[in-house]
């Protein structure tokens, strides 16, 4: 099974901030990874896909980069809404395969 | 307007059975696989296993946690994807979503439903 790592697992941030959320697959999945923002008590919200295409409907604001092993997503000019839990996904092979989230906080 | 809606969430006893759906419209379901992906209470996602569509096979993957307890299926005549689970343990309680699978990614999801496994 490939596992996913996210780090780091929570940080602080500003409204106005920019954050930057690694994530690191145990193998090669070439561009096969996926972000997710998740707010509480709600389900999952595709932002990303194949590494770095942006889903419609999504602001420019998030961005995300890598392939092979490290990826990143990066959020720019934090607002309220942001402040969530983030996921990255592989999906080049199964069993398809979660990173442990990252929790945006407000500092 | 695309949109995914599970029920038959609820409270079950370990060994039990329960049956999820995920109703679907907006779209043309039977273009799309459909996988399930679950939540445990204060956790982080969990994938369970998806059905591809019949232009491909139709047939299904899971994680080896549900494998052999759990079946996927689906009626493209009604546009619902089920979520068979048999022999529940405590440790199955979680939301469980159903979503869309678009090429490799999971690109809507419904609000999910709670499964609370418990004596």
């Known amino acids: 099974d490939i596992q996913m790592t996210q780090s780091p697992s929570s940080l602080s941030a500003s409204v106005g901030d920019t954050v930057t959320i690694a994530c690191r697959a145990s193998?090669?999945?070439?561009?096969?990874l996926n972000w997710y923002r998740q707010k509480p008590g709600k389900a999952p919200e595709l932002l990303i896909y194949?590494?770095?295409s942006l889903q419609s409907g999504v602001p420019s604001k998030f961005s995300g980069s890598g392939s092979g092993t490290d990826f990143t997503l990066t959020i720019s000019s934090l607002q309220t809404e942001d402040f969530a839990t983030y996921y990255c996904?592989?999906?080049?092979?199964?069993?398809?395969?979660f990173g442990g989230g990252t929790k945006v906080e407000i500092k | 307007e695309v949109q995914l809606v599970e029920s038959g969430g609820g409270l079950v006893q370990p060994g039990r059975s329960l049956r999820l759906s995920c109703a679907t419209s907006?779209?043309?379901?039977?273009?799309?696989?459909v996988t399930w992906v679950r939540q445990a209470p204060g956790k982080g996602l969990e994938w369970v296993g998806f059905?591809?569509?019949?232009?491909?096979?139709?047939?299904?993957e899971y994680a080896a946690s549900v494998e052999g307890r759990f079946s996927i299926s689906r009626d493209d005549s009604k546009s619902i994807a089920y979520l068979q689970m048999n022999s529940l343990k405590t440790d199955d309680t979680a939301v469980y979503y159903c979503?869309?699978?678009?090429?490799?990614?999971?690109?809507?999801w419904g609000q999910g439903t709670l499964v609370t496994v418990s004596s």
């Open positions: 979503s869309r699978y678009n090429t490799t990614w999971f690109d809507y």
């Open positions: 907006g779209f043309t379901f039977g273009g799309y696989a």
């Open positions: 059905i591809r569509s019949k232009t491909w096979g139709g047939t299904t």
């Open positions: 193998q090669s999945i070439n561009n096969y």
């Open positions: 194949g590494a770095s």
């Open positions: 996904q592989q999906s080049s092979s199964t069993p398809l395969t």
